[in-house]
C-alpha cells in the first residue's frame, strides 16, 4: 500500500518554486467550489483585476492560464503566430530557446539574436536584426532570465519593436513582482509570468495579459488557433467578466484560491515595496557573499536581486554541496543549467523567500558546508556584512 | 483593497468538480518544495505506479499532463494527428464535439458518426464508418459522456478499431475511478481522465496513458508535434522515471500532492468497491427520485451511476430551483447543456460525493424545494425509497 505523502519543511531559494507563504496554503486548501459557483465567479474577477494593477495595464485580456508559465508561453505564441511569419527571437539563456522552439513548432521563421548567457540582450544587435529584415511580425525576449539571473532593458526593446511596428512578446516568468514591471507605459503587447516566483504561489497557474492590438491580430487570423485549450479567443469567453461566461474548461478551482490570497498579499505590501524589498535582500545577500569571497557571474547593472548567479568556489564539488545543504538545512539552491552547470549556483530571493532570516540561513549553511569541504573562502564575516545592509 | 477569499461550503453533486475529501485537501495545503527534490521525484513514482493500478495498465507513459481534462484531450491528439490523417470522431454529447475541434485544428479530417444526445454510441454505426472509410488512422470517443450522463461500450469500440488497425482514443474525464475501465484489456491506444470527478480531486490535472502503439505514432511523426507544452516525448523525459530527469517545466508540486493523496485513497478503498460503491449510491439516488416521480434521461442500461441526468418535472424553472438549492442548503447540481439546457439537471455522485449523507440530502433538498414552487412530484415518499436500497 502506498502511504500518504509528507513532504519535508525546505526554505526554498532556488529559481522556482519560491518559499509559499502559510497564508497562501491555507487559502488553497479551502473547500472546493465549483468553477460555476457565482462566488468563484467573484473570486476570478478580483484576480483579473489584482492582475490588471501588478502587470500596469488596462489590456482587458489579463488573466491566469490554468497551466504552468510554459503553456503561458504558448499560449502568447499559438496564438500570435501563424505559418510563415518572422518572429525575432532573442537568445542569451533557456528560455529564449524555448521561445525560438514555439515559433519553429508553430510554423514561423525565427531570426535569432543571440548574447552570451549571463549578459544582458544587446539592444544594438536587436535594433540590426529589424534593420537587416523587412516584415517583421513580433520580438519576443525573456525580460528576467531564470537560467541566468539576467535583466534585460525591456523598455529599449519593446520601443524598437513598436518603431518597427511589430509586436512584442515578453517572458515574466521570474520578474512579475520582484522587479519594475510596466506593460503598458512599455507597450507590451503580450506578456506571461509564473506563480511560483516572486508571487510565492505553488507552480501551475501562467498569468497572461494581451493589447488590444495584439488581441486584433488574433481576431484576424488566416489559419485557425492550431490550439483549443490555449485558444484566447474562448479562454476569453470563461474569463471574459461581466455577463454571461462560456463553459471552456474546468477551472484549477483550489490552484487559484492560492494566486487570489497571494494577489491580496502582494497588495497588502504594496507594489513598489516589493520591489524595494527584493532589492534590499539582494544587497545584504550580496554583501554577505563577496565578503566569503563569492563573485557574481551577472554585470551589477543587469543583476536580477531575485536571482543570484554566483560562481562556485574553486575545486568545490557542486552536487555535494547542494545535497549537503538540502540535507543539513533543507536549503535548496538551485544548479546552473547547460555551460553554466557546475559553474554556477542559483540563488533565489522570490516573494516570499526575500526575508532576513533566508538570507542569514542561507550564507550560515554556504559557509559551514564549504568550510567543512576546505573551500577557498573567507570565513566569519558574511554575517556580519549582511547584517550592516540590513540595518542600513 | 481586496479581502482573503473564504468560499461557502458546498456539497457538489454538479457534473465536477465533485466534493473534496478533507485529507485531500489538507496535502494540497503541505510545504511546497522544488519540483526537482528527491522527495518529490519519489512522490512523482509513486503517482506513477498507482495510476497505472486505476487505469488497469502497464503504459510506461502513464502521467498526469500539468493541465485540466482539456489540455489532456488536446495531448493525445496533438501528439498522434498529424495533417491529413483521418479519423473517426463519436459524438453524442459536447466532449465528442470537442474532439471534432481537435481533429480539425491539428489538419486532420473528421469523419463524423453521430448519435442523439442522451444514446449510447452506436457500435453498428462505427462498424460502417470503418465499413466506409479507407486508411483510418484512429477512432476517438468519449467513455463517460459528462453532458448527458452516457455510458458507451469502449470495449467493443476499441475492438473494432482494433480489428481496422486504427488507433483508439478514448475520454475518460467522468469514467476512471467511477464505472469499469480496463486499458490494457480492452486495448485502449490514448487515454485522458481529470482529477475533479471521480478522483474526488481539485481541478487542475489531466492523468493520461499512451500504449507503446502510441508511443512508435509519436515517436514516427512526419511532422513535429505542434506544442511544445504537450509533447509527450518532452513531458516523458520530464516523468520518465528511473534516472535523470530532464527539465521541462514546473510541476504543478501542490496539486500533484492532493492528486497523490486521492489515489492513496482509492488504493486503501479499492477500486472495484469504489465502482461498486459508486453503482450503490446511484441505485438509491434513483429510487428516492423515481418515487418522487422524476425520470431519467438515458436508457438503464447505458447510464453511468456517478452522473444522473433527469428530467425536471412539468413547468418547474430550472435556473430557480437550481439557485434555491444553492442557496438553502449549498448544495449544487449541473444544468442541462446544449438542446438539453432547461429540459434535464445532472446529478453528481462522483468520488467523495457519493455517500449517503449527500443521497439523502439532495432528495430531500429536492423534495422541499419543488414542493415549495408546486410541481407535480411526489412527496413524503423519496427518503425511505432511497434508505431501502441502502438497507439491502
Redesign the interface.
Known sequence: ??????????T?M?P??S??SP?V???????????L????IR?MD?VK??LKTFFKTDNELTMPI??????G??ACF?NLIEPGDKVIVCQNGVFGG?MK??V???GGECILVEDEWGTAISVEKVKAAFAAHDNIKALAFVHAETSTGVRSDAKALCKIAQDNNALSIVDAVTSLGGVELDVDGWGIDAIYS?T?KCLSC???ISPVSFSDKAVDVVKNRKT??????LDTNLVMGYWGGGGKRA?????????L??L??S??ML??EGLENAWARHQKHHLALRAGLEAMGIGFLVDEADRLPQLNSVYIPEGVDDAAVRAAL?KNYNL?IGAG?GALAGKVWRIGLMGSAATQRNVMLCLDALENTLADMNAPINTGVAAQAAAAVFSE
Chains 1, 2 share one sequence.
Not at 37 to 40: L, V
Open positions: 500500500m502506498t502511504t500518504s505523502f509528507h513532504p519535508p519543511v525546505r526554498l532556488g522556482g518554486p518559499d509559499v497564508r496554503l491555507a487559502a488553497m486548501a479551502r473547500p472546493t467550489i465549483g468553477h459557483d457565482p462566488e468563484f473570486m478580483e483585476a489584482m490554468s497551466a504552468p508559465g510554459s503553456a508561453m504558448e499559438v524555448r522552439e514555439n519553429v513548432r508553430f509564473g511560483q505553488p507552480p501551475g485557425p488557433v492550431p490550439s483549443w485549450f463553459y471552456h474548461h474546468t477551472a484549477p478551482v483550489n490552484s484560491y492560492a487570489h490570497e494577489l491580496v497588495e497588502e538540502l535548496e543549467l
